[in-house]
Structures are given as C-alpha cells and as structure tokens.
T-cell receptor, first 109, second 115 residues
Framework: GQNIDQPTEMTATEGAIVQINCTYQ??????LFWYQQHAGEAPTFLSY??LDGLEEKGRFSSFLSRSKGYSYLLLKELQMKDSASYLC??????????WGAGTKLIIKP | DGGITQSPKYLFRKEGQNVTLSCEQN?????MYWYRQDPGQGLRLIYY???????QKGDIAEGYSVSREKKESFPLTVTSAQKNPTAFYLC??????????????FGEGSRLTVL
C-alpha cells in the first residue's frame, strides 16, 4: 500500500532550528508538498519539490531525495507563530495525492 | 479578495438527516476538491471535479454526494448513509485541470458534529 510517515509530535525552542522528516512509499512519484495547518484552520501551502535537492524560501527550506523516498522541512529562527501541524503529501504516478497524518510542532519560549 | 469560502463553519446534525456544506471560490480555478480530516489521520479525498458538470469519486465517496453546476461552486451533501460523518471538512481548489500538480488553496473548513 501507499504510505507517508511523519513524526506525530515535535517540540522545539523559540529561536532554534527544527527539522521535520517525511518518508514515503508510493506507486511512482510526481512531487512532494509541505503544508502548514494551525489548529482549526485551513492548510496553507509551504513548498513543492519534484527534483532532488534543497529549496529555500525565507526561514523555511524543504529537501527531497527521491532515491531514498525522503524529504524534510527545515524551519529556522523559530517563532511562536510556527506552532502548527505540518503536513507532507506526495503525488503518485496516477496523480493521486497521498497525505501524511501531519506533525504537530510545539514551540516553547 | 480572491479565495475560497466555506459555510457554515460549524454545523450540528441529528442522525438520519442530510446536510449540505457550501464551497464557493472566486479564484477562477478549474479543479475543486472535498477532503475529510480526522484526528491522527491524513486528509482523505471524498470527491473532486476538474470541470463544470463533471466530478469523480475519491477514496471515501460512500455516503456523500456533490454537484458542479457552476465553476465557482462545489457543494457537498453528507447523507444519512454516511456512517460516521462527524469530522472537519475541507474544500480546496487548484488552477488548471490537471489535478495534484500544483498548490491547493483551501477554505477555512466546516466542522460537522452529528448528535
């Protein structure tokens, strides 16, 4: 079956750096997305990777290794507002989007 | 401002009743989606539509129905046949008719509780 694995919960300190990992086993690959979702709100798009390597966007970066079925989201200079769930999703060979359960990130002062 | 509007935000329903969730977008997007979100699970696709007057079942379509009579609107009806309807429902849209190749724009969600 198709599967996306992410840690359920992570805790980090304000001002620090945190890396949220995502591993996937899917039938084919056509891209990987990261979304941010604050509690009770809609997910918002963070990044899209389709080629191997690192994509940097301000304080957030996303990395992809297709050969390893692995991605991570790196958040730098953490702020309290970064407390949210981070969702990893992969588009498979049939262009179906498979979602992970999300990682709840708790930021402590 | 452009965006997706879902209503109502909160809805309570008695068992055996149908309920319709509204989703309207003014982004001129072709594709629209309905997802269900439950605690500890990834988003699950209920229905999607790539063009007006056409829609496709997702992974968990049983007990749900949709229509796409206008490009801007994609309402979801949760019928009494849905065995466990209490959930957070998210509507989304994306530009172009090729699904899942670009960013999804989500509405604020509708939380349905069955009493």
């Amino acid at each position: 079956g198709q599967n996306i694995d992410q840690p359920t919960e992570m805790t980090a300190t304000e001002g620090a750096i945190v890396q949220i990992n995502c591993t996937y086993q899917t039938s084919g690959f056509n891209g990987l997305f990261w979304y941010q979702q604050h509690a009770g709100e809609a997910p918002t798009f963070l990044s899209y990777n389709v080629l191997d390597g690192l994509e940097e966007k301000g304080r957030f970066s996303s990395f992809l290794s297709r050969s390893k079925g692995y991605s991570y989201l790196l958040l730098k200079e953490l702020q309290m507002k970064d407390s949210a769930s981070y969702l990893c999703a992969v588009t498979d060979s049939n262009y179906q989007l498979i979602w992970g359960a999300g990682t709840k990130l708790i930021i402590k002062p | 401002d452009g965006g997706i509007t879902q209503s109502p935000k909160y809805l309570f329903r008695k068992e055996g009743q149908n309920v319709t969730l509204s989703c309207e977008q003014n982004l001129n997007h072709d594709a629209m989606y309905w997802y269900r979100q439950d605690p500890g699970q990834g988003l699950r696709l209920i229905y999607y539509s790539q063009i007006v007057n056409d829609f496709q079942k997702g992974d968990i379509a049983e007990g749900y129905s949709v229509s796409r009579e206008k490009k801007e609107s994609f309402p979801l009806t949760v019928t009494s046949a849905q065995k466990n309807p209490t959930a957070f429902y998210l509507c989304a849209s994306s530009p172009g008719t090729e699904i899942n190749t670009g960013e999804l724009f989500f509405g604020e969600g509708s939380r349905l509780t069955v009493l």
